[in-house]
């Protein structure tokens, strides 16, 4: 039973949900916004806001901590050099979701992440 189970599980698994974050997070700290999902999108938001948190202090410890997470170095150093600057004096709400419409396809509401 999932009685008190708060994490959306995506309709998936625990290994390929997080592959699937993690590939959401490297494409929307490269690319500054991407369009998915509407529960993929509000999932999202709870994994890269703690990130873009933790690379505002710039540590070598967090530094490494999101290092592992991430996949490309790439993606890192636009992190570090880039995003966290910019939001130095925010204290959280980096990302908008915004819904833009559903998949002509299978109906599937879509929705905008990106940056504030």
Do not use: C, W
Request: proline residues 3%; aromatic residues 6%.
């Amino acid at each position: 039973m999932r009685h008190q189970k708060r994490k959306k599980s995506l309709g998936r698994e625990r290994a390929p949900r997080n592959a699937l974050l993690r590939n959401l997070v490297e494409s929307i700290i490269l690319h500054g916004a991407i369009i998915t999902t509407v529960a993929k999108a509000k999932t999202l938001r709870g994994v890269v806001e703690p990130l873009v948190t933790r690379a505002k202090s710039g540590t070598v410890a967090d530094r490494r901590r999101i290092a592992s997470f991430l996949y490309t170095k790439a993606a890192l150093q636009k992190l570090f050099l880039d995003i966290a600057p910019r939001y130095r004096e925010r204290n959280g709400g980096y990302t908008r979701v915004t819904k833009i419409g559903v998949r002509a396809n299978d109906k599937g509401e879509k929705a905008r992440i990106e940056f504030v």
